[in-house]
């Protein structure tokens, strides 16, 4: 039976011993024409002026030169090598076994030479070893070399054809792996450098036609398909700078990350990326203290509620970076809070990790999560934030958001937690919507809250991030995928946008900030057009506006409004040490009345009353809403 399997696992390959004994076959040729050829070369090619006594110890020993050659090529491999993919090691392996087998013959022959005569010349040993290795490398890459050739003749058929924008060290890696590729079906047509030193000159056989003024013309002179803007290390104006051009030319756009790529020696075809929206924000990376954060967050016992969803699973890996006693996050959802649980054990395999399911409207349950686990500074991102979907079930807004928000702070007053953090939204400043609205209550709560406890409760407010659950940015790109139209609810419609890093790392500075009772607002830069989102990002996946891909208006959706403000009027602004984050003084607020509004509020939310907007309005004055907004569907 063993012997059976041992035959299964080790079948005989036919075509494997032709290939090997072709090359031995070879070898032996080879061995003999580089002995002979080398003392012809020496005697340039006159064989008339080759001494005998030359000639014989060569032949003497070319019998025993074959075998010790095919054994030390044997030794070093060169018969179980996969040719087709031969690199740096398998031709140092080839020189070094050429070099053996010529020192071991230049041995042999001295042994072998006629007693009295001269010694053959040093030079035939320099030729020797030069022809074997020539015939021994033609042998080997020959395959590699015309089983390249093969492929790039079939794909191009299907080539894409690809501007190279920057000639640097970037550069020059990608060309080099696109060019030596077997399998890529890219053909580089032409490089683009600001730098005039570089024009007419060439990198992998790729002529530097021009400057950033080329693209557009060259795109059309070589009938580009893609554009790889391979320069890792400029600013983001300058790469806004470069894609406003790139966009008008309807090629695909793609890009290296970062300057780390470069440094990490990570530079390849598979780093490249699809050039983004943020992309074209023309402004550099937020940059925070780190310093501050680590201090704050080292050693202490974190919470994060919803810490499943896109700005909650940010703060967690932001949060676990930065070496916290424990993290524990809390999430109703379970696949998103698997998703981060798995990637955080992967990440950072010492981190005490905790992941617990639970509502923060079960009020039982999150007591007895901050009864057992003590945390010290708690993340309160859990929240229903969906506008459209809100209006339409104005109740659980108010269960979820503000109930949920005050069963949290409670528990976490209660147990001695030193800080809570909870996300709001620019849509709390003069909502016209349930869900601003109720986040604006949850400012309220908790402001009243800080009064009271030791907690320092502090909220941070910020406008739309890009990517996150529910932001223009996905669905647009699954309706460009689906061949359109994109769908533009107003085409004056502005918001303010961050990237989801940028603003879970200005939360947790502002954290760091907090002393209790701050309402802290987050820079977002300058507002930016919807439609003017959906043109570039349209363009950036190589399609035309109006042509390809279509855009529709909709029309405002119930409570949305055209603009978002980050500040209440009556609020002021005060100044951090980071002049990105600054502080909305705090409102002065009637809290028996307030406290008296909210139970009237939980008991109306409770019986699921049909029309709970006017009773948001007693407690938020600034909520504006449409009649037509109050019935539920």
């Known amino acids: 039976m063993n012997k059976e399997n041992k035959k299964q696992r080790h079948p005989f390959n036919v075509k494997l011993f032709y290939r090997r004994t072709c090359l031995i076959v070879y070898d032996i040729i080879s061995v003999v024409m580089a002995s002979y050829l080398a003392l012809l070369m020496r005697y340039s090619f006159d064989v008339s002026q080759i001494p005998d006594y030359f000639l014989a110890p060569i032949t003497r020993f070319l019998p025993i030169n074959i075998l010790i050659t095919l054994a030390v090529l044997y030794i070093f491999r060169m018969y179980s090598s996969l040719w087709a993919f031969a690199g ?9 076994s ?18 009295g005569m001269q010694a053959v010349p040093s030079s035939y040993y320099f030729l020797y070893v030069f ?37 640097g060290e970037a550069a020059n890696l990608i060309i080099k792996e696109i060019v030596n590729s077997n399998f890529s079906t890219m053909v580089i047509r032409c490089i683009i450098d600001d730098d005039k030193g570089k024009w007419g000159r060439f990198i992998q056989g790729i002529k530097v036609v021009g400057g950033r003024d080329k693209i557009i013309e060259c795109a059309d002179i070589y009938d580009i ?51 983004e929206v943020e992309d074209l924000l023309g402004r550099d990376p937020i940059e925070v203290d780190l310093d501050s954060i680590l201090g704050y967050v080292k050693g202490k016992k974190v919470l994060v509620t919803g810490g499943g ?16 006693a424990q993290l524990i996050i809390v999430d109703i959802y379970e696949n998103n809070a698997y998703d981060v649980q798995q990637e955080l054990q992967i990440k950072y395999p010492e981190l005490p990790l905790v ?80 869900m601003g609205a109720s986040k604006r209550i949850c400012e309220m709560i908790i402001q009243t809250f800080n009064k009271h406890y030791d907690t320092e409760f502090v909220a941070v407010r910020f406008g739309n991030v890009l990517g996150s659950n529910g932001s223009v940015i996905p669905l647009f790109k699954k309706q460009i995928l689906a061949g359109g139209p994109v769908t533009v609810t107003h085409p004056d419609i502005i918001r303010y946008f961050m990237t989801i ?34 043109k570039n990002l349209i363009r950036l996946s ?23 403000e980050l500040l209440m009027d009556e609020e002021g602004m005060l100044e951090t040490a980071n002049k990105l984050i600054y502080i909305g003084k705090p409102i002065n607020i009637d809290e028996m009345k307030f406290f008296v509004q909210l139970k009237n509020l939980q008991e109306a939310s409770k019986n699921e009353s049909t029309d709970i907007r006017p009773m948001i309005r007693e407690i938020v004055p600034t909520y504006h809403y449409q009649e037509e907004n109050r019935r539920e569907e």
């Open 88 to 96: 740096e090691t398998e031709l140092q392996n080839l020189v070094v």
């Open 98 to 115: 050429s070099v053996v087998s010529s020192l071991i013959q230049a041995a042999g022959i001295q042994f072998f030479r006629v007693p």
């Open 131 to 167: 022809l074997l290795i020539s015939f021994i490398f033609v042998s080997r890459f020959s395959y590699r070399f015309f089983r390249s050739l093969k492929h790039k003749q079939q794909n191009k058929k299907n080539s894409i054809s690809v501007m190279v924008i920057g000639a």
């Open 225 to 275: 398909d893609e554009i790889i803007v391979a320069m890792p290390s400029i600013t983001r104006q300058e790469m806004s700078s470069i894609l406003d051009i790139c966009k008008e030319t309807s090629c695909k756009l793609r890009s290296l990350p970062g300057m780390y790529q470069l440094v990490n020696g990570e530079v390849s075809v598979s780093k490249l990326r699809d050039v």
């Open 309 to 324: 969803g896109s700005i909650g699973s940010e703060l967690c890996r932001q949060i676990a970076s930065h070496k916290p």
């Open 355 to 434: 992941v617990l399911i639970a509502s923060v409207r079960n009020t039982n349950r999150v007591n007895w999560i901050f009864e057992h686990y003590k945390p010290d500074i708690v993340y309160h991102a859990a929240a229903h934030k969906h506008v459209p979907l809100m209006e339409v079930s104005p109740n659980e807004a108010v269960k979820n958001n503000v109930f949920g928000t005050w069963k949290t702070a409670q528990a976490a007053a209660f147990n001695d937690v030193k800080r809570f953090v909870m996300i709001s939204t620019d849509k709390a400043v003069n909502p016209t919507n349930i």
């Open 501 to 534: 890093p940028e603003a879970v790392s200005l939360v947790l500075q502002a954290g760091a900030y907090a002393k209790g009772g701050e309402i802290f607002v987050l820079d977002m830069g300058k507002p930016v057009k919807i439609l003017d989102l959906a």
């Open 542 to 564: 190589g399609y035309r506006v109006g042509e390809d891909i279509q855009i529709e208006f909709t029309g405002l959706r119930p409570g949305e409004k055209l603009y978002e």
